[in-house]
């Protein structure tokens, strides 16, 4: 992955939303700090970047969440970057369409559609499974639209199941404070 390109998404969504300014502050630190090779390693124990993407159905207004093995909890679908991906939107759409087995669009907010409707740093804890070292993850999260809810294929490796969840549900899990909304202001 080209840090210039991260660099410029970055650029691009702080033009768009100047008051994260302080909220993305660590993250640029980390963007300064870090070569391009290790932004996107795994083994990078400080943290790295990763992409994923809510699953909006568009004829039930509904959004994908999944059981997550290891972490605990319902997410959105998502993943790692890698050294060979051209951007966070193509790992985010890879990973979708891994983990959910749907067909899915890009919600195409802004008018660069590599632009995320949010950039979220958090904690990953301790990962016994692979022995990964608590850490931090940089996501891009965009948004993806299901025509419906029927044909979700989990890949079993991470996910054990899911539900479709109102946008009530969602706004009550503490993981998506930012981005909710963001998602009330897009989806109209």
């Not at 891994?98 to 660069?112: H, S, V, W």
């Amino acid at each position: 992955m080209n840090k210039s390109v991260i660099i410029e998404i970055v650029d691009k969504y702080l033009s768009i939303f100047p008051e994260e300014k302080d909220r993305q502050k660590h993250f640029i630190n980390y963007l300064n700090a870090t070569n391009e090779k290790a932004i996107c390693d795994w083994n990078n124990a400080v943290g790295h970047i990763t992409a994923g993407g809510f699953v909006y159905s568009r004829s039930t207004q509904r959004f994908l969440v999944m059981w997550h093995k290891d972490l605990g909890m319902f997410l959105y679908p998502g993943g790692h970057m890698e050294a060979g991906d051209n951007s966070p939107l193509e790992r985010a759409k890879l990973e979708a369409k891994e983990e959910t087995g749907l067909e899915l669009e890009n919600l195409k907010i802004f008018d660069n559609e590599l632009i995320p409707l949010d950039i979220d740093t958090h904690v990953i804890d301790y990962n016994p499974r692979v022995g990964m070292p608590k850490h931090f993850h940089f996501d891009f999260r965009y948004v993806f639209v299901a025509q419906n809810e029927s044909g979700v294929e989990l890949d079993k490796t991470e996910l054990s199941s899911y539900k479709w969840i109102d946008k009530t549900e969602l706004k009550k899990d503490v993981n998506y404070g930012n981005i909710i909304k963001k998602l009330d202001k897009y989806l109209k």
